[in-house]
Structure formats: structure tokens, C-alpha cells
């Protein structure tokens, strides 16, 4: 049996890796798990640093709240320490704020790579960018105390860290608008019934809920998993006849290397 490994613990994330079953833990509960660039950047580093085998990761936050989203701090003139603050962004070039904005997304983008099914474990607040990083994962497994808001236009500001093309795939666009324009609060109950959340457990329950459906995606073939998900995710942007090419090509490549064939 592989000994659990820490990979990564540094700026309130921690990447540790138990055979195929990676954990990405956000580990600073006294600030419900507030989110920094610093965080942003250990969070990509933490999808750079997967092992080959890793097939499913889970994505927790410590304490009370998965993510209660932006540290408050970026709004001040000040920001960061060692960060250009919001100010100082906006007076930069467009050049500089597209390409610092881009670093940021990087922390969210690596979640749906089509070798992994990641899994979001969310309990109290996930707001702002912490609602964006619940929809940066594949599947969403909520406690039932589960509270989402975008809370960015609210603040003049657009959800930017790659949460409306899921959220708009998830809910619609009619519902995605009514949710971030107006920043309120979707609780558990809603979010299950409008696809948010694949299901809701009381929060005693979340740990083994998502062990559960970890060891149901494990059960499964792995490469057949990959071809499941990358039709999936394709699917959106093909036609009806396309995907049925994109499915006939597949399934090919399956057969084929069960029969002892593929390359």
C-alpha cells in the first residue's frame, strides 16, 4: 500500500497524495480560508505537481467554511505585501492587467484536465472566488449548511477566476445572470435542485460522501473514465452529428485497446 505524501504545504494550501486519491486542503480556517495571489499560486503549483497516477482529486476546505472567497486586504491601497495592489493593477498597462489576471485564473483552470475527476467538498460559506473554485472541480458533494454567492459584482467587479462558463453550463444563463448580478446567497437545498451540487449530506456526513463517490469514480476503468469525461466536456461546443462522431472515434480507441490492439 502507498504511503500518504505531502507534496505541497505553503501558503494556506496543502496537496497530499494517497495512491490515486489526491487531497488539496485550503488550511487557513481563522480566516474562513480567505483567498491571496499567494494562494492562487500554490493552488497551481499544487495541479503541477500531481503525480502521473493521482485519477481523483478532492478539494476541502478546513474549518467552517470552504472558502469565503477574496482576502479582504486586495481591497485596500496597500493590498499585499510583495503583491501590486487592485490600484496599482489598474494603472498599469492592459498588457500587464490581462497577463496578471491570467496568473490568477491558472488556479482554477487545472481542475477539469481530462486525466483527473476532481471533487469539491463544500461546507458553509463558498463565496466570490470561493463559489469559483467549487465550480473549477468536476463534481460538487455539499454539506447541507452549503451557502454560495458571487459576490463580485456587488463590488463593481466581474466574476474573473473562470467560474461563469461552468456556472452558466450548470444553471443557465437566465439563473447565472439572476445569481451574480443580485450576489445572493444559493443555499444547499437550491444548489441541488439547479444542478449546483451533485448531492447534500448533513455536514457530519460530507467526509464519507465524498469518499463514497471517490470510490465509485475509482471503481471504473481509467482510460474509459478520461474518454467519458473528454466527450463530456466536448460535447457543448460540437453538434449533435459531431458528437456522435467524436463518441463512434471513442469508442474505437476503447475496443481497440481492449482487445489488446490500441498504440
Known amino acids: 500500500m502507498t504511503a500518504r505524501k505531502t507534496l505541497l504545504d505553503q501558503d494556506g494550501v496543502q496537496l497530499t497524495v494517497d495512491d490515486a486519491v489526491a487531497t ?3 488550511t487557513n480556517p481563522a480566516k474562513r ?4 495571489p499567494a494562494l492562487w499560486r500554490a493552488l497551481a503549483e499544487a495541479g503541477r505537481l500531481l503525480p502521473g497516477a493521482v485519477r481523483v482529486v478532492v478539494l476541502r476546505g478546513e474549518g467552517k467554511s470552504f472558502s469565503a472567497g477574496l482576502d479582504r486586504q486586495a481591497f485596500t491601497p496597500e ?5 501590486p495592489s487592485f490600484i496599482d493593477l489598474a494603472r498599469g498597462s492592459d498588457e500587464a492587467l490581462d497577463a496578471e489576471i491570467a496568473t490568477y485564473q491558472q488556479a482554477f483552470t487545472w481542475w477539469r484536465r481530462t486525466d483527473i475527476v476532481s471533487i469539491a467538498a463544500v461546507q458553509g460559506h463558498a463565496i466570490g472566488a470561493g463559489f469559483q473554485l467549487a465550480l473549477a472541480c468536476d463534481l460538487r458533494v455539499c454539506a447541507d449548511d452549503a451557502q454560495f454567492a458571487m459576490r463580485e459584482t456587488s463590488l463593481g467587479l466581474v466574476p474573473d477566476l473562470a467560474g461563469t462558463h461552468p456556472l452558466v453550463s450548470l444553471v443557465g444563463y437566465a439563473r447565472a445572470l439572476e445569481i451574480c448580478a443580485t450576489g445572493r446567497f444559493v443555499h444547499a437545498a437550491e444548489a441541488e435542485r439547479m444542478g449546483l451540487a451533485n448531492v447534500v449530506v448533513p455536514l457530519a456526513e460530507l467526509a464519507a460522501a465524498t469518499d463514497d463517490l471517490t470510490a465509485a469514480l475509482l471503481a471504473a476503468p481509467r482510460d474509459a473514465v478520461i474518454e467519458t469525461k473528454a466527450l463530456l ?3 457543448a461546443d460540437r453538434t449533435y452529428d459531431d458528437q456522435r462522431v467524436a463518441e463512434r472515434a471513442a469508442q474505437a480507441r476503447r475496443l481497440r485497446d481492449l482487445a489488446g490492439l490500441g498504440d
Do not use: P
Not at 79 to 83: I, L, V
Open 24 to 26: 488539496v486542503t485550503l
Open 33 to 36: 480560508n480567505a483567498q491571496s
Open 79 to 83: 493590498g499585499f505585501d510583495g503583491e
Open 233 to 235: 466536456r466536448g460535447a
